[in-house]
């Protein structure tokens, strides 16, 4: 069975969670900026946002029944997936099709992250980086023996006060996008594009049957793309403060 | 300080025509050989008094003054685009959906037209032809200024403006009948300190002209003139 559904709302004032999550989804594509510094205090980081992106895509590693979905149904989805999450892991290999590069960007490594307010990424050589997120505190180090990077978000970018705005269910699609869901092949696959211009092109999650996330495309408007394949997802595993550490 | 970090990219070039420190011997090298494209991943770092970045991206380089570089997030997305095409200068934020465009002369002065002055220094400047192997040399810099170059077997090392800029070139290799350092250190007259390191260089590949095609497509083109201090 396919079934596709194309949905696009016009509703104004929705305060709903996913808004909030899409919002931070397109932002991370749409409004990323180089980061930049002001008196100590970063002012705009777009790295950070693109955090939010991962963790929207690893929420749904957690099996969720899989089903014909409209496009509320699916952004919904994507909120109750935190419900019942205190941590999880998973191995990543992210691929970079960029108009720069003749070949792939292929990358190994490993995410992690832990309620209320962690978040580790760990890639490996030749690519080698570390980055991990505490909140409003982004520290990363690219690159063999490289220097630790610390850099400070605003409060509002902060992973906690993103996660207690998730309570809140769906019940309308966001302005500024059309959702697109479909089902084929024991995968679902959720399409999220801007209505306007902007540096996004189109979001795509796909989900196996169970749930798990099987693959995340990020396509921007200038043709690269980048696509994420996650396996190995582990949730609730008790990590501890030692999985959250840069060495 | 963008600029700073473009002169930075751009002195990756001059890199190829370097050598030294304890590097690879000089026999490793095919006589006459030089760089004449070069892709690779980068890692490149700023450190200011107000700023500091740490970012990896792409760069793609054709001999004589043909650059591209994609500054990339950690998840792939672009952070901001730069072409330079001789005195021709594109640079874009897609987040921003902006561009601008325009000859490097073009920049207002209020956002460091010094840096692309040096930015051109850079890439003018080949060896002086007479130069010794070992030693260093003084002379006239395209801008006017008085330019020290720091030689170690045949290689710059290390490039000084008589107004404080200073280029230092580290971690030379062999690759492909090449030596050619993979790190460069950038210091500019106001102290700011640029760093950038080469990660698994192709050399002397053919590099397709739709490499170093920009797309503008959703992006609003300014004039190089309007560009602000980002």
């Known amino acids: 069975m396919n079934i596709i559904t194309d949905y696009t709302h016009s509703a104004k004032g929705l305060c709903l969670f996913f808004y909030r999550l899409a919002d931070k989804v397109i932002s991370a594509v749409c409004h990323a900026r180089i980061v930049r510094f002001e008196s100590g205090k970063i002012r705009n980081c777009s790295i950070a946002r693109c955090f939010y992106l991962l963790l929207v895509a690893l929420a749904l590693a957690i099996p969720v029944d899989a089903r014909s979905l409209t496009p509320v149904e699916g952004l919904e989805t994507l909120r109750r997936s935190f419900d019942g999450i205190q941590d999880f892991s998973a191995e990543i290999t992210q691929e970079k099709q960029l108009s720069i590069m003749k070949k792939k960007m292929v990358m190994q490594g490993e995410v992690r992250f832990r309620k209320p307010d962690l978040f580790f990424m760990d890639i490996a050589p030749p690519y080698s980086s570390k980055v991990l997120l505490k909140?409003?505190?982004?520290?990363?180090?690219?690159?063999?023996?490289?220097?630790?990077?610390?850099?400070?978000?605003?409060?509002?970018?902060?992973?906690?006060?993103?996660?207690?705005?998730?309570?809140?269910?769906?019940?309308?699609?966001?302005?500024?996008?059309?959702?697109?869901?479909?089902?084929?092949?024991?995968?679902?696959?959720?399409?999220?594009?801007?209505?306007?211009?902007?540096?996004?092109?189109?979001?795509?999650?796909?989900?196996?049957?169970?749930?798990?996330?099987?693959?995340?495309?990020?396509?921007?408007?200038?043709?690269?793309?980048?696509?994420?394949?996650?396996?190995?997802?582990?949730?609730?595993?008790?990590?501890?403060?030692?999985?959250?550490?840069?060495? | 300080?963008?600029?700073?970090?473009?002169?930075?990219?751009?002195?990756?070039?001059?890199?190829?025509?370097?050598?030294?420190?304890?590097?690879?011997?000089?026999?490793?090298?095919?006589?006459?050989?030089?760089?004449?494209?070069?892709?690779?991943?980068?890692?490149?770092?700023?450190?200011?008094?107000?700023?500091?970045?740490?970012?990896?991206?792409?760069?793609?380089?054709?001999?004589?003054?043909?650059?591209?570089?994609?500054?990339?997030?950690?998840?792939?997305?672009?952070?901001?685009?730069?072409?330079?095409?001789?005195?021709?200068?594109?640079?874009?934020?897609?987040?921003?959906?902006?561009?601008?465009?325009?000859?490097?002369?073009?920049?207002?002065?209020?956002?460091?037209?010094?840096?692309?002055?040096?930015?051109?220094?850079?890439?003018?400047?080949?060896?002086?032809?007479?130069?010794?192997?070992?030693?260093?040399?003084?002379?006239?810099?395209?801008?006017?200024?008085?330019?020290?170059?720091?030689?170690?077997?045949?290689?710059?090392?290390?490039?000084?403006?008589s107004t404080g800029e200073r280029v230092r070139y580290r971690d030379y290799k062999a690759l492909s009948g090449v030596r050619m350092a993979f790190e460069i250190l950038m210091d500019s007259a106001e102290g700011d300190r640029i760093k950038l390191t080469l990660e698994e260089p192709d050399i002397n590949t053919t590099l397709e002209e739709s490499l170093f095609n920009v797309s503008l497509a959703g992006l609003h083109l300014l004039p190089l003139s309007r560009l602000i201090s980002r």
């Open chain 2, 1 to 161: 300080m963008f600029r700073l970090f473009l002169l930075a990219v751009a002195s990756v070039f001059l890199m190829s025509c370097v050598k030294g420190q304890g590097l690879p011997d000089r026999s490793l090298a095919v006589p006459g050989r030089v760089v004449e494209t070069i892709s690779s991943t980068v890692i490149l770092s700023l450190n200011t008094t107000d700023r500091n970045f740490t970012g990896r991206g792409v760069m793609v380089y054709r001999r004589p003054d043909q650059i591209r570089l994609v500054l990339l997030s950690p998840f792939g997305t672009t952070l901001m685009e730069m072409k330079l095409n001789g005195e021709q200068l594109t640079l874009t934020y897609p987040a921003d959906g902006v561009a601008y465009q325009g000859r490097i002369a073009d920049l207002p002065a209020s956002t460091g037209q010094r840096g692309f002055t040096m930015l051109r220094w850079v890439l003018d400047s080949d060896p002086p032809s007479g130069a010794p192997d070992n030693g260093e040399i003084e002379q006239k810099a395209r801008n006017g200024a008085l330019e020290r170059i720091v030689l170690e077997d045949g290689l710059v090392l290390e490039k000084n403006l």
């Open chain 1, 135 to 247: 909140d409003t505190v982004l520290q990363q180090r690219l690159g063999a023996g490289a220097e630790l990077q610390r850099i400070a978000l605003p409060p509002e970018q902060g992973l906690s006060r993103w996660f207690a705005s998730i309570y809140k269910p769906v019940k309308t699609v966001p302005d500024g996008m059309t959702v697109r869901a479909s089902q084929a092949g024991g995968l679902t696959t959720v399409m999220i594009r801007p209505v306007k211009g902007g540096q996004l092109r189109e979001l795509i999650i796909v989900m196996q049957e169970d749930g798990a996330i099987n693959r995340l495309s990020i396509e921007e408007r200038n043709g690269d793309k980048t696509v994420i394949t996650f396996r190995k997802i582990r949730k609730n595993i008790g990590l501890t403060d030692a999985d959250f550490r840069l060495e």
